[in-house]
Structure formats: C-alpha cells, structure tokens
C-alpha cells in the first residue's frame, strides 16, 4: 500500500479555482509507477464518487460533471498527482480523497475539504 497525502483544499468563491496534490513521499518511485491514480469527492449522506483518474502511463478518465474544468496529472518522479480544479461550482464542495489502486491494493488519503461558496 502506498501512504498518500493530499493538500491543496481550502474555501473559493464561484468561477475560482483550486489545485490539489497528492504526494506518496514514503513510496519507491518505481512502485509509485504502477499504480492507476484518482480523486474521489464525498458529502455527508452520498456515496464516495470518481472524480478524476490516470493511469501509469497517463490516459485519464473524468466524471462526465468535471469535464472541461478539471485536470488531473502526474509526475511519476515525484510520485504526485495533481487536480486542477476550475471554473469552480458550488456543487463541487466536498471532501477530496487521493487514491492509488494496483490489482486488489487500494491506498487513500486522509481527505482534504473544498468548499465553494459565495
């Protein structure tokens, strides 16, 4: 399992933008390498959702909501993956979790909160 953490979250009016990262810092690069990557977003009440996901090689899939104003990347030599996150909505408040999966391995993050607000 790879320990992750994020960062990045915090508060934006309407229309702004947000980037979080998520650093799997302890994990050796080349095993960093293997793993599909992804944001998951989750209210209080609703199931955890995909938001965004990378593969190792870099094919991205996005939440038919987010497309056009997300972005999600990675530096497989920093082990990071990056959400960029624009053109913000309200709807968009929720708490982001980093992922890493690989077969039946799944890792998460601790979770850190976006709020979008007036």
């Known amino acids: 399992q790879l320990q992750l953490v994020e960062s990045g979250g915090g508060s934006v009016q309407p229309g702004g933008s947000l980037r979080l990262t998520c650093t799997a810092s302890?994990?050796?690069?080349?095993?960093?390498?293997?793993?599909?990557m992804a944001w998951y977003r989750q209210t209080p009440g609703k199931q955890r959702e995909l938001v965004a996901a990378?593969?190792?090689?870099?094919?991205?899939q996005l939440a038919d909501s987010v497309k056009g104003r997300f972005t999600i990347s990675r530096s497989n030599s920093r082990k990071t993956v990056t959400l960029q996150m624009n053109s913000l909505r309200s709807e968009d408040t929720a708490v982001y979790y980093c992922n890493a999966q690989r077969g039946s391995v799944t890792s998460w993050g601790q979770g850190t909160q976006v709020s979008v607000s007036s």
């Open positions: 302890r994990a050796i690069t080349s095993v960093f390498n293997t793993y599909d």
């Open positions: 990378i593969t190792p090689g870099g094919i991205t």
